[in-house]
């Protein structure tokens, strides 16, 4: 039998939470509207500091300063093996949301449907279609039930 081996992918997240309100970004593909976190892939040699450095400074515009590590998920889905992701808790530090260039945000890229930066509300967050839900309902249960 062959030895074949599974490509591990990582990703990181960040989750920043300024006055009561969460940074996400709202993807819309036809009827189809969720929302998420910023983020994206690990390079290869990259760390996730840096990582996430790079991708809010890409989709975003921001600078950010890392806090702490909020949740390790791993895939779990068919496809979506050897896959992890890391969600990081972070502090803007500089920069103007809205002024980044990352691909996601320029047109004639693979990228489908439309990329929404917006704060939002975390009371309205239990009424949103927050993937993953794991680390939606995480969020809620630190931010909104034990306040």
Known sequence: MANIQEKVIERVRVIIIDSNK???INRVKGENSYWVLP???????????????RECLEELGIKI???????????????????????????MVGGKVGTGGGPEFQPGTQYKGEY?????????????NLKPGEVKDK?????????
């Open 22 to 24: 969460i940074l996400l």
């Open 39 to 53: 983020g994206g892939g690990v390079e290869q040699c990259e760390s996730h500091e840096r990582a996430i450095e």
């Open 65 to 91: 300063r890392v806090q702490k590590l909020f949740l390790r998920r791993v895939g779990d889905k068919q496809g979506m093996e050897g896959q992890y992701e890391f969600f990081y808790l972070c502090d």
């Open 116 to 128: 929404r930066i917006s704060w939002v509300d975390l009371k309205k967050l239990p009424d949103l």
């Open 139 to 147: 969020i809620i249960q630190e931010y909104l039930l034990n306040k």
